[in-house]
């Protein structure tokens, strides 16, 4: 079983950064892909930015140079860097861990992130 464990939310004022972290434990099989999305109030879950056990990263065009997305294979542990946060971005931010030979594929139970003045 494999567990996600998301830390980093907070209220933040517009403008400012935040870094948020996904720490995975238990049977963690490569090569994976680990993401992070989001939802934000009324609206559906949407894709933030990806990254394979490779390094290989995506992005939703969106964020781009603003998000910049990471990982430390040895610590199981990916990282989300966030800049210039808008209100918009306000929304749970879920971390999520694919795991490509099989397709099983596992959620983080999610950190709040408020961008407000």
């Known amino acids: 079983q494999v567990r996600l464990v998301e830390s980093g939310g907070d209220l933040v004022q517009p403008g400012g950064s935040l870094r948020l972290s996904c720490a995975a434990s238990?049977?963690?099989?490569?090569?994976?892909?680990m993401g992070w999305y989001r939802q934000a109030p009324g609206k559906e879950r949407e894709l933030v930015a990806t990254?394979?056990?490779?390094?290989?990263?995506k992005y939703v065009d969106s964020m781009k140079g603003r998000f910049t997305i990471s990982r430390d294979n040895a610590e199981n542990t990916v990282y989300l860097e966030m800049n210039s946060l808008k209100p918009e971005d306000t929304a749970v931010y879920y971390c999520r861990l694919t795991t490509i030979l099989d397709g099983m594929e596992y959620w983080g139970k999610g950190t709040l992130v408020t961008v407000s003045s």
């Open positions: 238990g049977s963690i099989f490569s090569p994976n892909v």
């Open positions: 990254v394979t056990s490779r390094g290989m990263t």
